[in-house]
């Protein structure tokens, strides 16, 4: 099987990231749909953020970067439903 090796990068290269509208429209749109993307959007943040900081003071990171997770969701869909846009 013969396959070109630019195809992949060709495919790569098209990719780009959703826009808010966009990511409405792919959970479903309205209040509540923007609500989850909001959430978690703010739970991969959050968990990021957590992680790092216990990573830098010695702590455990798991259980910092799922509390982050946790605490960034609930931000996230908080800010969101209070009108605060952060981007």
């Not at 216990?54 to 798991?62: D, E, F, L, N, R």
Request: charged share 10%; aromatic share 2%; glycine share 20%.
């Amino acid at each position: 099987m013969n396959v070109e090796s630019s195809v992949p990068y060709a495919v790569v290269d098209s990719c780009r990231e959703l826009t808010d509208d966009e990511l409405n429209i792919i959970a479903g749109g309205g209040v509540v749909g923007a609500t989850v993307v909001a959430g978690l959007q703010g739970a991969v943040s959050g968990g990021i953020a957590a992680a790092a900081g216990a990573a830098g003071t010695g702590q455990p990171i798991g259980a910092a970067g799922i509390s982050g997770m946790f605490a960034g969701s609930a931000a996230g869909m908080i800010n969101h439903l209070m009108g605060v846009h952060n981007g």
